[in-house]
């Protein structure tokens, strides 16, 4: 894993790379990590194998916020955790997409969870499964199917982006005691959900990502719509 | 002796009549003192009942003329389209022919007398007529509790006084049968016989206008507990600034001696340890102001100002926000949300030892902005019908936070779920920004 640390003071460097060590440490994941007192510096490198890019705000030639705009552009890939003494440019720092926006006086406070979001993000996290689909057995991350709908004997997962949907004959409950419990929910006999690309629960309607709308049974309602809300509530 | 008999229950019919059409169609507020409105009512569909009834020999003629007077009073007292005011009669009319129809089958089921019988003798109809209207009372009585719901101030009369009712309502009903049997053996009616059902009847009625006036009482305590929680709030919300003014006052003292050093050491030429002497504090005085920001004036009022209560007891509360100066939300509901939900969240803390960290999720995600707070508890909190009971001595006013809340999110299209394990508890709740929900 590579990570990127631009402070222009050099004490908070020092702290900040200590504790991402031993995290990583604790974690048992390799890294490198590299350190940039200018924000000047940054912008000039190459950053296109960078994974966590940890940033300071208020720099000496630019602000962090521009600069990371300026990052953005030419890599979307990585995941950006601004640490500041100023919380004024909290809200500016999320339209440049950073995962975190961390107050160095509550960095004891919320550097591990800020981490492990990283982490989630970069893929650390994801379950890998095989399926014996029609056209060939493939294996897949969960966290890629949005959901899965059953008609019939024929099992339909539908994929997030550009992926086609594809479908194996077996049963919902089958696919459904594979996946991770804390991943998807069942809402309907025939479709299982993504946490991650559910939206919104009413009315007996799931709404997903991409304008998706499908129907929840009425006696799963409560627990769906208690599950969804303690998920996305989750900080 | 018949006439007055007549009179009772036509009385009693029209009762019934007036707070049946309340039920569907609003008062037009003709007289300014409902009460006297409501007698008024009552008196002139009594008058022309009472007249048709007598006066008509012709059962489809009274029939008409007696429909045709609940449209002129519901047209005269209730304000609604006229097709509502003819529907309502109608089905009205419908009620009390059904429940004359079951009252006379009780009577015979229990006394084995056949119908005509009980028709033909006006002595022995007074008891079934009685105990009819007395199931219409109970029965427009309930529905009007029914229809009005949770809304009116029916729904603050607790399901404790509803019981009592009902069962005093059930064994009025015993007693009236009582009665009338005993007046069958008679063959006549005692005079102590008529009084007394008129006594159980009005009784019965007492109770219903005790349970209204119990509602009202009720209501008002409910709207005493919201301002005296409200009158907490400012209070809480008075400490915070004056901490907040002698806090500035602290550091504007703090300042003037800093601006004395910093002249000194310009004054001698240190421009060097000047610089490094403001950097520090300029950090200080961001770090002092404010520690949460989201934009929207209101939220950072409200989250500050709950975090300065929070450090007070020893609390740290992690916010992890976006940019919300487009939320358009009232402010009175953002601080009702906002405010109960931390208040809850800081008071539980106060009962742990360590971990003392509420973390706080306010983001606006496809459309929907999402609130939720999770701090840690010591043992798990029941949670019934998506609420907690308060731990508080005055229930009256601590309850009713979170109701507060959900009432709150109801004005703005959002809703509320509540989830504690043996650690955390969370809550979280959905206010939808975009009616997309609207075509479904």
Known sequence: MNIVLCDDDNNALKILDHKIRNFLDRNKISYKIMHFISGEKLLHSNISLVDIIFLDVRLAEKNGIQIAAALRKRNSHFVLIFVSSFLEYAPNGYSVNATRYVLKEQLDLCFEEAMNSALRELGYFRTLLTFEFVDGAASIYTDNIVYIESDLHKVHFHFSGNHEMRHLYGTLNSIQRQLPSNEFIRIHQSFIVNFRYFIDAKNYCAKLIDNITLPISQRRAVDVKKQLYLFRGRI | ?440
């Open chain 2, 1 to 440: 002796m018949s006439i007055i008999m007549s009179l009772v229950i036509v009385l009693i019919e029209a009762l019934c009549g007036v707070i049946f059409f309340a039920v569907f169609m609003p008062r037009k507020n003709v007289i300014r003192n409902r009460t006297v409105e409501f007698l008024a009512e009552a008196a002139v569909l009594t008058a022309l009942i009472f007249l048709f009834f007598n006066c008509i020999k012709s059962q489809v003629t009274q029939k008409i003329l007696i429909g045709i007077s609940c449209v002129l009073v519901a047209h005269l007292f209730h304000d609604a389209k006229l097709y509502v005011k003819v529907g309502v009669s109608v089905l009205y009319h419908m009620k009390i022919f059904i429940v004359d129809y079951f009252a006379i089958y009780v009577i015979c089921i229990c006394f084995t007398q056949s119908a005509e019988e009980i028709m033909e003798n006006p002595s022995l109809l007074f008891f079934p007529a009685l105990l009819s209207k007395f199931i219409l009372f109970i029965n427009v009585f309930g529905l009007e509790k029914i229809m009005s719901g949770k809304r009116s101030y029916f729904g603050f009369v607790s399901i404790h006084f509803w019981i009592i009712f009902a069962v005093q309502s059930f064994t009025s009903v015993l007693a009236l049968i009582s009665i009338i049997k005993l007046s069958f053996y008679t063959v006549d009616i005692p005079l102590i016989a008529g009084i007394t059902t008129l006594g159980v009847l009005f009784l019965n009625m007492a109770v219903a206008w005790s349970l209204r006036s119990i509602a009202h009482l009720e209501k008002g305590t409910r709207e005493n507990a919201l301002i005296r929680q409200e009158v907490e709030m400012e209070l809480d919300n008075i400490k915070i600034l004056t901490q907040t003014f002698n806090t500035q006052r602290q550091f504007m003292h703090e300042y003037n001696n800093q601006i004395n050093t910093l002249y000194h050491l310009m004054d001698s030429g240190k421009y060097t340890q000047a610089l490094d002497f403001i950097k520090p504090l300029s950090e200080q005085i961001c770090c002092a102001l404010y520690r949460i920001k989201t934009d929207h004036d209101i939220i950072d009022a409200v989250l500050n100002q709950k975090d300065i209560q929070a450090k007070e007891n020893g609390i740290d509360i992690n916010v992890r926000s976006g940019d919300l100066s487009m939320i358009t939300i009232p402010d009175n509901l953002l601080v009702t949300i906002i405010g109960n939900v931390l208040d809850n969240a800081i008071e539980a803390c106060m009962n742990i030892e360590t971990g003392k960290v509420i973390s706080v999720k306010l983001v606006n995600e496809d459309g929907i902005l999402i609130f939720s707070v999770i701090n840690p508890v010591n043992a798990p909190v029941p949670i019934v019908d998506n609420f907690i009971n308060t731990t508080k001595e005055d229930k009256t006013v601590h309850g009713i936070g979170l109701k507060n809340v959900a009432l709150a999110l109801s004005q703005c299209n959002g809703d509320y779920e509540l989830y504690c394990d043996n650690h955390f508890f969370q809550f979280t709740a959905f206010i939808r920004l975009l009616d997309y929900w609207a075509s479904y």
